[in-house]
């Protein structure tokens, strides 16, 4: 049998990615396109020649999820190919679209065996609508606006095949596959820009959703170009930061063209490991970096940093209110820190504790301090003895800065994150407070601070 579906994969099949793969394991909702794809994949066996297997998401929307999971697992058993299963819970709740395929790729990327690709079954009208949500939401020119053809062991063979050519196939194929009502339920942003305003576009357009996946192609090639432009400035503004954390400093924002921008923040949250933020806190941060403001806002269970020093993130918690022995360690920021019990004699306020003290408040800075915070000289007597006759410390916030301590923090240009980090001691839980950077300057080599996480 011969179709146009079956022409234009076989020549797609014989090509890389495709050619050499051990294995594809073929997304299969039960619907017409995936059925049509699992379909085309094992008429092509001859060409691919790579193992078969079949992956599932039973949503649990009632009737129509196990009508779709009995269907897809007759045809596997009639076509004896191993059948992977996975559940996902429905409860209720915002964005069942969004949570249900983050479902779907946690559970693909788990079920993926050496040398196998994910295949799935998305096409050129598919593709029109995923650009146009993203349009919708406010994408700017370095997000990402549609689907990619093949990406981290992701390939979409139907993504430039209009869907005429896959029902095609399923009437000459005699395909079964089921038809998922809630395809037509206009409560999904989705099936109303399906049903509602593609159509439209179709009527002064043929087929309007393959001239997107045209322009789609050429614009993911040119913001390509322009993320690898941006590359030579993220890593001239790119530093480590307080903690050890990657810190973009405060001058790439004037130093960067206008239209990278956009391209050197995308790489930025991608060498960190995290999702770009959302609309609205991407338009704040670019909001204060060109008024030259600070400002934080929660990210990915960690904090976003705009601060004197620069761009950065660090995760949460930051610090945590309670007590500590003597020698525990405990969490500030990135760092783990632990105070030893101060010594009575005056005699270790000489060079060597003081560079103690410096080196300690450099790691806090992320660079060198000039000098240690000032504090009255009978402080130290004075909390010497009070802490002789404790064990434990009591963390709180830090509300108890002299004006001198303040006036040091900004005269040394201290990163308000790391201000609002130093807790203040306390020897019982409503007792008089003193700030942790006073008590470093009086007993420097009291303090251990070293990035890392508790043992």
Known sequence: MKTRLLQHLSARFAQAPYRGCRGFLVSVSGGVDSMVLLDAVLRLAHVHRAAVRVFHCDHGTGRFAACSRQLVADFCAAHELSLLVAAFDAADGPDFEYRAAVFRREQLAR?????????????????????????????????????????NRRLRPLLDVDRGIILEHAAAAEVPHVLDGSNYDGRFRRNHLRHQVIPLLAEGHEKPWLRWQRWHASFAELQDQLDAAAEPLLAAYQSVGPGGLPLLQREWWSACPPYLREFVLRRFWRDLGLAPPIHAHHRQLVQWLDAGELGTFQHEDGTVHCDLDGLTWWPAPATVDGCVAWGEPFRLGPWVCRLARPRRQADDQGPKPKQAGLRTMALLRGRAVAD?????PSWRDLWAVRLQQTETLFLSAPTARTPQLRDWLRREKIPHRVRRLLPCLRLTPEGEALPLEAYLAMFPESVQLEPGRLP
């Open 372 to 376: 240690l915070p000032p504090v009255p």
């Open 111 to 151: 079920a993926l065996g050496e040398g196998e690709v994910v295949l799935l079954a998305h096409h050129a009208g598919d593709q029109m609508e995923t650009m146009l949500m993203a349009l919708t939401r406010g994408a700017v020119a370095a997000s990402p606006l549609g689907m990619a053809a093949a990406k």
